[in-house]
């Protein structure tokens, strides 16, 4: 069967999955295709499963055909999906896209694994990563660069750089990211997909290597909002045995998806900070800005220039803790890391527990100026990068980090739930992405704006053009 992946999303794959159009095998297959001729020119993929895959989906294919009555349960019953290679996997290596991690065959599923295999999904496999999570480019010394679909010669943002290009290349229709400073937005924006990071706490770590004990947070890359909403509802959970689990009611993130925005008090990010973007990143802002405005919402510029030092923290954080989480590999083999890698944890190493301190005091500062701040409005928005995707020669990982983590990073270090939404394409054709900001728990609302403009523009059913690999 001829199943047309490029149009395809979660939510209309089920859809069909119940009415019979195809069969989760088929699906699986036509996935399993799109990856074996795609992946040479992208690699998005660093470990595949097909066997199991194939598994998994005949026996969603047998209770699709008993009808099972539990439905909600199995909310994703059949459903291909590709995990970021930082999630554990029993049996499966786990390679966090690190030469130290090569051999890894964890015994257990990461909480979030397990949670996608108990509502039927079908997993693929495991996709490419910035080294340790430790990058935002995509550019990795072991495993190879990976490529974004919408212009070969340009990179994918990282650090779930492979999760972003399936998503968008139709290897698969969603797939788990690892966010700490931008690193599924970021991605999300730069290959033309939706990528949402929950609140800090919302969805369990417990079996991602970690990168920042403190600023981790699990999500999700798709096609379309509701998407994400549907993922989202299967994840979110208190955790007991994570420790940075929060016990916090889950909502219904999809009953309400449709209420828009309309008299939402809405913040536009604006100052020397925000308006330093690359011109067509600010064009594509101001069009959003305009098109949240028709959609009914009360919109208001608000000069964001203050979380340029949030930005500087969460660095500062992030390299200091995945230095400790490394501290012995780093001591016994510093030349088995990349060298952009191994000097962001040299620079983590070298920070004073001074300097860590008041990094720290920063984040509860910026957490507490941010709760003041959606007292009185509902839902933040500016761009999601302040440039496109550069192109992969010549792009120092480095210098390329401090770039594409301006506007992404003071999120992480707040723990507040972000949302990147396409929002446009620059004059070469690539993606552009919105990012939509709300008080701490309000997945809710940032879900209803990232449906309701997604919904309002044309940005989401334009794909790249892949015949050409």
């Known amino acids: 069967m001829n199943i ?33 001729r795609l992946n040479p020119a992208i690699n998005a993929f660093i470990t595949l499963t097909s066997e199991l895959a194939v598994q998994a989906a005949l026996q969603a ?38 030469r130290f991690f090569a051999d890894t065959f964890p015994n257990e599923d990461a909480d979030a694994v397990l949670k996608l295999k108990l509502a039927g999904a079908v997993i693929l496999g495991k996709t490419n990563t910035h080294e340790i999570a430790l990058g935002v480019t995509g550019i990795n010394p072991h495993y190879g660069a990976v490529k974004n679909p919408w212009d070969l010669t ?7 750089s492979g999760s972003a290009a399936a998503v968008a290349a139709g290897m698969c229709l969603a797939a788990l990211g690892t966010d700490t400073g931008g690193s599924i937005r970021i991605p999300a924006s730069l290959c033309g997909v939706v990528g949402l990071k929950p609140t800090y706490g919302r969805v369990s770590t417990r079996g991602v290597v970690p990168l920042s004990w403190n600023l981790d947070h699990v999500g999700m890359l798709t096609h379309t909002v509701r998407d994400a909403a549907m993922l989202l509802q299967v994840l979110a959970g208190f955790d007991p045995h994570d420790p940075a689990s929060v016990d916090m009611p889950v909502d219904d993130y999809l009953t309400h998806l449709e209420q828009g925005v309309k ?6 990010g604006v100052g020397e900070y925000i308006e330093a973007s690359d011109p067509e990143v600010w064009a594509g802002m101001q069009a959003a800005t305009q098109g949240f405005r028709d959609l009914g919402a009360q919109a208001e510029k608000v000069d964001l220039s203050w979380i340029a ?11 200091a803790d995945a230095a400790a989480f490394h501290r012995e590999r780093l001591a016994a083999h510093p030349d088995w890391f990349g060298e952009d890698v191994r000097q962001r944890l040299e620079a ?13 005091r920063t984040q509860a500062e910026g957490r507490r100026r941010f709760e003041m701040f959606f007292t009185k409005y509902d839902l933040l928005i500016l761009p999601t990068t302040s440039i496109p995707a550069p192109p992969i020669e010549g792009t120092g990982a480095i210098e390329a980090a401090r770039q594409l983590t301006h506007f992404t990073s003071p999120f992480n270090l707040t723990g507040l739930p972000a949302l990147s939404v396409p929002c446009g394409f620059t004059g070469n054709g690539l993606p552009l992405g919105l990012q939509i900001v709300s008080k701490h728990w309000g997945e809710v609302k940032v879900l209803q704006a990232g449906h309701a403009f997604e919904q309002s523009t044309p940005w989401h059913l334009r794909c790249p053009d892949l015949k050409i690999m």
């Open 4 to 36: 047309d992946l490029s149009s395809l999303t979660l939510s209309s794959a089920l859809e069909a999955l119940h009415r019979r159009a195809f069969t989760s095998l088929e699906l699986t297959e036509a996935c399993l295709r799109q990856i074996e």
């Open 61 to 98: 294919d047998s209770l699709l055909s008993l009808r099972p009555s539990n439905l909600k349960d199995l909310a994703l019953l059949g459903l291909p999906l590709a995990l970021k290679d930082l999630f554990e996997t029993a049996g499966i290596r786990t390679t966090a896209g690190s």
């Open 154 to 160: 340009c990179i994918t943002g990282g650090s779930s």
């Open 263 to 268: 008299e939402s008090r809405v913040a536009l």
């Open 309 to 319: 030092d949030l930005a500087q923290a969460n660095t500062r954080m992030t390299q």
């Open 348 to 360: 983590g190493s070298a920070l004073t527990s001074s300097e860590y301190s008041l990094a720290r």
